[in-house]
């Protein structure tokens, strides 16, 4: 597998990280993972704006965003990626330097690493419906930062996988906020509800998607998290990411919803972002 290094393009194997880079030593870095379609990137834009602002919000200087998406191009087409649907996973740290907390000397370079990888996604899935567990959202206060520091994360996901659950859902203070790995989204009253695009949840390419897609198909949709309260009364959920598009949600906490098949709203949303990416196949 050929990836992405500092600027060269090189043996995956081949490449050997500091144990003195940051992102090792503190997880004092960004990431993100786009998608292509037939080798064409899905919302390119979006996501170097959310890379962006992380960068912004970390103070990480001396990265330039501007060949991004011809970096992510050339891994494809380096690793036989054209064909088919893949992953491009993209990292940024504050570098290596010796371990102070404070920032490196202005100047240290940061480290950016990228590779691909072939994308099978599960057809079954999105037709039938998948189980989740709600967890206390231990993370910090700031999950509109892509950072990689994601160990909350982590024991989110691996608390739904002993439950044999597909995702985990962050509670905070009564409010259902999103998943380990993607962002949740109810129907309550036909209205469609997703948690504020505030410091609390990623800000979610595939959640922005579906807003504008909800829009276009004049669904009703409120931008404010459900309740515990309200989750009992739901109509549909579905989960919304990169990787896995759009997954209805078919039980909660061992709790059926939506007579334990993918509501009306969710397929309509699912099939809608379907035609979408169809789109980019065929182009
Ligand atoms: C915590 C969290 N929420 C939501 C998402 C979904 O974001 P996107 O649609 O940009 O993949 C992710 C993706 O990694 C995530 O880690």
Redesign the pocket.
Known sequence: MIAYYNGHFCDKAAIVISPDDRGFLFGDGLYE?MRSYEGKLFELE??LA?LAYGLDQLRITGVDLGQTGAMAQELLLKNSLLQGDATIYLQITRGVAERVHHFPAAGTPPTLYACARRLSPNRELPLQGVPVVSVADQRWSR?DI?ATG?AA?VLASQAAKEKNAFEALFVRGGFWL??????VFFVKNNVLRTAAADQF?????????VLRLARSLGIENRESAVTTEEVAQVEEAFL????IEILPIIKIDGRTISGGQPGPITCRLRDALRHLTAGLRVS
């Not at 949840?201 to 998607?209: C, F, K, N, S, Y």
């Open positions: 993972v979006l996501h959310r999950c892509k994601l994360n999103e998943g380990s790995r993607t962002n949840i990623l800000h979610g390419v595939t959640r922005a998607v919304a990411g990169t990787t």
